[in-house]
């Protein structure tokens, strides 16, 4: 009988089978993909629900791909190129949220760009989560020079049910790192 979380095995490469660290890190890239791909869905529909239809359809774009990024790695492309995909693609999405959002103050945006170097360190090592370390630095600084200089951009959405959104997105963010931090723990 197979186990529930079997079907993941189906997208890990046969090279990465007879090594303990490289399966670990492709197993962990499928869970990963596919629960980010499950929560940028979930936050399209909140963007729907706040009349955010731009935001939203950058969300769509973004669960296609987070939900393709396993079959590709099933096809043979390789995991340090999908990784990347992966993280540039959370980095796309924060500069876009904080750009919807009016700006870097909000606590909305600040969680996804933890998640860079994080998930570069758990999915590639020290040398990729520094990479994403200063990518990260980079988007934060300029974007908190707007603020600085006192540069804002417009919201772009209905404000009046902004409670509820923060609400759930920053309970979704939470609860992502804390199952993508879970996965990584029982692949060790």
């Given at each position: 009988m197979k186990k529930p979380g079997d079907w993941i095995l189906a997208f890990i490469p046969a090279t990465a089978y007879g090594q303990?660290?490289?399966?670990?890190?492709?197993?962990?890239?499928?869970?990963?993909?596919f629960i980010t791909c499950l929560f940028a869905l979930g936050y399209c529909c909140m963007s729907i629900y706040i009349s955010g239809y731009l935001f939203a359809g950058a969300m769509i774009v973004s669960v296609a791909l987070f939900f393709i990024l396993p079959f590709l790695l099933r096809a043979g492309i390789r995991l340090e190129i999908l990784a990347n995909i992966f993280m540039g693609t959370i980095a796309v999405v924060y500069v876009?949220?904080?750009?919807?959002?009016?700006?870097?103050?909000?606590?909305?945006?600040?969680?996804?760009?933890v998640l860079?170097?994080?998930?570069?360190?758990?999915?590639?090592?020290?040398?990729?989560?520094?990479?994403?370390?200063f990518i990260a630095l980079i988007i934060?600084?300029?974007?908190?020079?707007?603020y600085f200089r006192r540069i804002h951009f417009d919201i772009k959405f209905d404000t009046s049910k902004d409670p509820l959104f923060s609400l759930?997105?920053?309970?979704?963010?939470?609860a992502i790192v804390y199952f993508i931090i879970s996965v990584f723990e029982r692949g060790k």
């Amino acid at each position: 009988m197979k186990k529930p979380g079997d079907w993941i095995l189906a997208f890990i490469p046969a090279t990465a089978y007879g090594q303990r660290e490289s399966f670990r890190q492709h197993k962990f890239f499928v869970v990963a993909s596919f629960i980010t791909c499950l929560f940028a869905l979930g936050y399209c529909c909140m963007s729907i629900y706040i009349s955010g239809y731009l935001f939203a359809g950058a969300m769509i774009v973004s669960v296609a791909l987070f939900f393709i990024l396993p079959f590709l790695l099933r096809a043979g492309i390789r995991l340090e190129i999908l990784a990347n995909i992966f993280m540039g693609t959370i980095a796309v999405v924060y500069v876009l949220l904080i750009y919807w959002e009016g700006g870097i103050r909000t606590a909305n945006v600040a969680p996804w760009i933890v998640l860079l170097p994080a998930l570069g360190m758990l999915l590639q090592g020290r040398r990729t989560a520094l990479l994403w370390l200063f990518i990260a630095l980079i988007i934060v600084g300029v974007y908190s020079s707007f603020y600085f200089r006192r540069i804002h951009f417009d919201i772009k959405f209905d404000t009046s049910k902004d409670p509820l959104f923060s609400l759930l997105s920053l309970s979704g963010i939470v609860a992502i790192v804390y199952f993508i931090i879970s996965v990584f723990e029982r692949g060790k």
